[in-house]
């Protein structure tokens, strides 16, 4: 097991470091596969190290560069190249090897197995190979996706910082989890496993969600929601079989918990109300000019956006350039290390709400929906209103796996201006408000209700 381990990170680091790997002259699936003999052959360490170098030299001499890398200055989070200077693991000629491969490796536009998309520069993987036809893919296939899997998460994750998890040891436990899981189904549910523990909402093995417990094609005929740390009936998602449970409904929506109706209305004389849910970008100026006389905007973002908004809507709200978020991402040359791009702002624009804007979110405010919270809270004397959101956010990339398997990883680090996180912490409310079984059930919206309050300076009622 120690064995496989360092050669899955050997493996993984000459895939992203190699030029001969790099630049597209080594099917370098297959090398991990031509490697494994020797290696699980290997009665100790040095036998093991002693092969990889061997494998490693049949690539021949690294060329000389020019001009040579180097590692970027001031990032966010560096790349963690530390561990191939350990001579008393590795062995003598191994960390000689990957120290020469790190230090002679050029500058990269690209790279075979990783892009980055451009403008927003999160990894693009689709060069990897599904092997679509592996239904149930064999022992040196499924310890081809943990590497694969386990080494896009070291090199290519922005958040790998906070993922509170020893990887290395991820790496070990998780060999011979893959090697018993020996049908289709136990491969991909070990691989949702695997990805759990990368601890991001947005990642998962999103392919095969059908193996996730509990299996099969039944489903409860209810929908729940934590509320006041009880679970609730809020819905119920088949028309006959729900109510036939004897579970009574309380008054509320399933997946989304903004108000029905109308995606623009004026709740009374003072108070507008836009829900971004059925949001159209098109329309954002006409949102504003009709909120005119208002003295309060609700923004509800407890939900999903329909339209991208930030920049159509969020003009509308300031009256200067205000900055309100910033970006890392990877970059070929140096995997691992992830740069801070300068701040995001807005730019205003005609015409501009000048009452208050009030905020709404709470569990499924996530990713798109956690951003433009971010944009739209430098409006000046805007609030926050809700409950911490799901806290993933940046552009998503794919993973393609063996077997047909697809999973997902967040692929770019958002922070707030001065560098605070969002990632796994989420937007956190300026005024804090949950919705209680009782408001439910009297069809409040309490979370709407204490905003407008707060706004107003006086108590609100949803008319």
Not at 231 to 248: F, N
Not at 455 to 461: K, N, Q, S, T, V
């Amino acid at each position: 097991m120690q064995n496989l381990a360092l050669l899955a990170k050997v493996w993984g680091f000459a895939k992203y470091h190699h030029p001969k790997v790099t630049a597209w002259g080594v099917n370098w699936d297959y090398e991990m596969f031509r490697a494994l003999p020797s290696v699980l052959a290997a009665p100790d360490r040095g036998t093991a190290a002693a092969a990889m170098v061997t494998w490693l030299d049949r690539l021949g001499t690294v060329p000389a560069c020019g001009p040579c890398a180097s590692p970027p200055t001031g990032a966010q989070l560096p790349a963690d190249n530390v561990w191939i200077g350990d001579v008393a693991t590795l062995g003598a000629a191994l960390s000689d090897r990957l120290q020469i491969i790190l230090r002679d490796r050029p500058i990269y536009p690209a790279q075979r197995y990783v892009s980055f998309v451009p403008n927003v520069g999160n990894p693009d993987f689709s060069a990897e190979q599904r092997y679509t036809a592996l239904a149930s893919p064999d022992a040196g296939y499924r310890l081809l996706a943990l590497c694969r899997l386990w080494n896009i998460i070291k090199c290519l994750f922005p958040y790998r910082d906070v993922m509170n998890e020893d990887w290395d040891g991820v790496l070990r436990e998780f060999i011979p989890v893959m090697m018993r899981s020996m049908d289709g189904d136990a491969y991909r549910l070990a691989l949702i496993r695997l990805i759990a523990r990368v601890h991001d909402t947005h990642a998962n093995i999103w392919s095969d969600l059908r193996v996730q417990p509990p299996s099969g094609t039944s489903e409860a005929p209810v929908i729940l929601r934590f509320v006041e740390n009880r679970l609730v009936v809020t819905d119920y998602s088949h028309v006959t079989l729900g109510p036939a449970t004897g579970l009574k409904l309380d008054r509320s929506r399933a997946l989304v918990h903004d108000l029905p109706g109308q995606t623009f209305r004026m709740l009374t004389d003072s108070v507008a109300y836009l829900k971004l849910s059925s949001v159209v970008a098109a329309n954002a100026a006409s949102y504003v000019e009709q909120a005119q006389g208002a003295k309060v905007l609700v923004i509800d973002i407890r939900n999903y956006p329909s339209q991208f908004v930030v920049f159509a809507l969020g003009g509308h709200l300031v009256g200067s350039a205000v900055p309100f978020a910033r970006f890392t991402s990877g970059d070929a040359t140096n995997p691992g290390a992830f740069r801070m791009s300068s701040a995001v702002a807005h730019t205003p624009r005609t015409p501009r709400f000048t009452g208050s804007v009030v905020i709404l979110v709470d569990e499924v405010t996530q990713s798109s929906a956690e951003y433009t919270t971010m944009a739209f809270r430098v409006a000046p004397g805007a609030v926050v209103v809700g409950s911490t959101t799901a806290g993933a956010d940046g552009n998503v990339s794919r993973i393609p796996l063996p077997g047909n398997v697809e999973g997902m990883i967040s692929g770019i680090g958002v922070f707030y201006p001065d560098g605070g996180a969002t990632q796994r912490i989420g937007i956190v409310p300026d005024l804090v408000v949950r919705p209680t079984v009782a408001g439910i059930r009297a069809g409040r919206d309490e979370v709407l209700e204490a905003g407008v309050s707060r706004a107003l300076g006086r108590e609100f009622r949803l008319p």
